[in-house]
């Protein structure tokens, strides 16, 4: 599965992961950045994904809207 085949879900469980990782005994402060980077950056994708997934969800209701 690619990146772009990833469900929302998917990556909201990744990004737990990650959170997660900061309360973790593998936490590092060397390490930290880079997963606050990876973090941020997929937070941003899920943000970007809802946003697309709100508007198909209302483009289906307007279209039922108009047929009702």
């Known amino acids: 599965m690619t990146k772009s085949?990833?469900?929302i879900q998917q990556k909201i469980g990744e990004l737990d992961t990650l959170v997660a990782w900061f309360?973790?005994?593998e936490f590092t402060l060397?390490?930290?950045?880079?997963?606050f980077k990876q973090?941020?950056?997929l937070a941003a994708t899920i943000e970007k994904d809802l946003a697309a997934l709100k508007n198909d969800?209302?483009?289906v209701k307007q279209k039922f809207d108009s047929e009702v």
Do not use: G, N
Not at 30 to 35: D, G, P, Q, V
């Open 57 to 59: 969800i209302q483009i």
């Open 23 to 25: 309360d973790s005994d």
């Open 5 to 7: 085949d990833t469900t």
């Open 39 to 41: 973090a941020e950056q």
């Open 30 to 35: 060397e390490t930290a950045i880079e997963k």
